[in-house]
């Protein structure tokens, strides 16, 4: 619930507005027990117990990169479920990657995520309180957000936009639309949607091949939505919002790395309002993918620069931790199995 989801529950059970105030200055403050918010009637206090659970997520494991002081978590939810988050410092501040599902359906065939399945959503408040439990643990205030943890935001789009409202709030964690990137692999309908919602935010588009034979290999989504129906959407996301869109490109050795790829790639997105950001593929214990040489991100870099297309190549932070989504949980999960596999 936002705070002016909140008033409205107030109202309908004859409480003034201001209640509301006061019931996330105690969150705010870290209090979840309603029990325990002395300056609140002491039968609205029992209703709320009654009515509501404050979700919280706590820290399971916490890896600390010797290299870039890159911070993974390994995050416990309530019912025992885990997601990872990631939190990064850079020039401007410390940004934070959050999960929005635990574990995906879309079984993208190089990522550590897919591999376990899907289990479920993550509400509103999960995503805020990976948020607030990093601060809050590392001392630091998060003052940007990438939606590219573990999950498909747009396949759970309701409670992803709930969030983003959320960070504005009076009061909240206070985090600007400008400083928020939200990726996805490509959900038609979901970008068609988000486009109206006026949420200045950044798209990142998982894109990650230049023709439909090999996304459809490496992105099963794209036999759904193949690439000219999700460029049509992204060209009509650009002209509804004015902002530009990233298109995301993990680099994976022999499968999407030939300069005739970056052609390819190049005539795509010709004239789009856009910028591509080459990754060099993180290696997932279990999957034989390789990232490409130095050597062939740099002539890929140079055919999209000859081109005119603005392009990047993704620094890579946290490399001695596993930093990147689904690593942290598979590890577990496998620890886990082989423990109970034990006589
Ligand atoms: N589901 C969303 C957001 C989470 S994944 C999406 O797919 O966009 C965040 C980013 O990490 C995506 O661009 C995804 O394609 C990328 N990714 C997944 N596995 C990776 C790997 N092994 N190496 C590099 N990037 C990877
Ligand atoms: Fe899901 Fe994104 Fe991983 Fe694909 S890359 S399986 S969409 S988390």
Excluded at 122 to 140: C, F, G, R, W
Excluded at 225 to 248: H, K, M, Q, V
Excluded at 277 to 293: D, F, H, M, T, Y
Excluded at 302 to 328: F, H, M, P
Aim: with cysteine; glycine share 8%.
């Amino acid at each position: 619930m936002n705070v002016d989801d909140l008033r409205a529950w107030l109202a309908s059970n004859g409480q003034p507005s201001f209640r509301a105030q006061q019931i996330r200055q105690w969150l705010d403050d870290g209090v979840t027990d309603f029990k325990q918010m002395t300056n609140l009637p002491k039968d609205l206090r029992a209703r709320l117990a009654s009515a509501f659970t404050v979700p919280s997520v706590s820290i399971e494991r916490k890896l600390v990169s010797a290299i870039d002081g890159t911070i993974k978590y390994l995050y416990r939810l309530d019912d025992g479920e885990t997601v990872e988050s990631v939190l990064m410092q850079y020039k401007h501040g410390w940004s934070q990657c959050l999960s929005t599902q635990v574990g995906c359906k879309m079984g993208c065939t190089f990522c550590a995520t897919g591999m376990g399945g899907f289990i479920r959503d993550l509400s509103a408040a999960e995503m805020l309180a990976q948020i607030e439990t990093a601060q809050k643990d590392a001392n630091v205030r998060v003052s940007s957000v990438v939606l590219m943890g573990m999950g498909e935001p747009l396949d759970n789009y309701d409670n992803v936009v709930q969030f983003l409202r959320m960070l504005g709030e009076e009061g909240g964690v206070r985090i600007g639309m400008r400083h928020i990137s939200l990726s996805t692999c490509g959900v038609v309908p979901g970008i068609r949607r988000l486009m109206k919602e006026q949420i200045p935010l950044t798209l990142s588009i998982s894109l990650h091949a230049p023709n439909d034979a090999i996304r459809s290999r490496t992105m099963p989504i794209n036999r759904r939505w193949p690439i000219e129906e999700l460029l049509d959407a992204c060209r009509d996301y650009i002209e509804a919002t004015g902002r530009r869109i990233s298109f995301e490109y993990a680099m994976i050795e022999g499968v999407n790395d030939a300069d005739e790829h970056a052609q390819e790639l190049a005539d795509r997105l010709q004239g789009m309002l856009c910028h591509v950001n080459l990754i060099p593929v993180n290696a997932v214990e279990g999957k034989a993918q390789r990232r490409s040489s130095r050597l062939r991100i740099r002539s890929f870099v140079e055919v999209l620069e000859k081109r005119g297309i603005n392009v990047t190549v993704r620094r890579t932070l946290g490399a001695d931790i596993n930093a990147s989504c689904g690593q942290l949980r598979r590890q577990k999960d496998q620890l886990t199995k082989r423990k109970e596999a034990l006589p």
